[in-house]
């Protein structure tokens, strides 16, 4: 059933009959639901699309807290944090339906005017933890120095994420994050931004490189 909250000139809000209305980015949104009877069966070429997107979801639904973080400040105007992170996915599938695999090196997993992080490196300290480290130059202002880290690792194989979005400052130059200890063979895929002490800018996020579960 449908509602009408703000009276008869107000925004339709659930289904109308084959009409489904809803709010979008605080913009009121009609939708109508396709025609069973015209509905045609999908091409190779769409089910090879579509089973792209469900692969590209896979990095993206267990990271999407950071990645709404990551975004938030870079988005366009009508987009969501979550549209442009799979746009992201999305551009670092590589491979043919259904033999797809990630580019993890192209993924962005945060975008924005932030100064990047300066030579960052990540290394497994124990195996639960994975230490990030990076340059803090002397000179750093004030400013830049109160930055926090944000980190990203994501397990393929068990396609979980694991993150920070308000880690150590920057001026500090090392931050630990939590991960689970896995199994030997597996791997880690690191990822390392910033965002600045009142959340209203972030960096572009630099990939770490693979930590090996040995």
Not at 126 to 152: G, H, I, K
């Amino acid at each position: 059933m449908a509602t009408i909250k703000n009276g008869i000139l107000g925004p339709v809000e659930g289904p109308l009959s084959r009409v489904t209305g809803y709010i979008r980015l605080g913009v009121p949104v009609l939708r109508a639901k396709p025609d069973p009877e015209k509905v045609k069966a999908r091409s190779e070429k769409q089910i090879a699309a579509n089973n792209r997107f469900s692969f590209a979801m896979k990095f993206v639904k267990p990271a999407t807290p950071f990645l709404n973080v990551g975004f938030s400040v870079s988005r366009a105007q009508g987009q969501t944090a979550h549209n442009v992170a799979v746009s992201q996915a999305l551009r670092a599938v590589a491979g043919e339906n259904p033999d797809f695999h990630f580019n993890y090196e192209n993924i962005l997993v945060a975008d924005g005017s932030l100064p990047e992080a300066l030579n960052p490196s990540v290394e497994r300290t124990t195996a639960r933890t994975l230490q990030f480290s990076w340059e803090a130059p002397e000179n750093l202002s004030y400013q830049c120095s109160q930055d926090q880290v944000m980190l990203l690792a994501y397990l393929p194989e068990e396609e979980m994420a694991f993150y920070t979005t308000s880690g150590a400052r920057r001026g500090t130059g090392q931050e630990t994050l939590a991960v689970c200890s896995g199994q030997p063979g597996q791997v880690f895929e690191t990822y390392i931004a910033f965002i600045s002490d009142d959340r209203k800018k972030v960096s572009k996020s630099i990939y770490t490189g693979q930590i090996v579960i040995e």
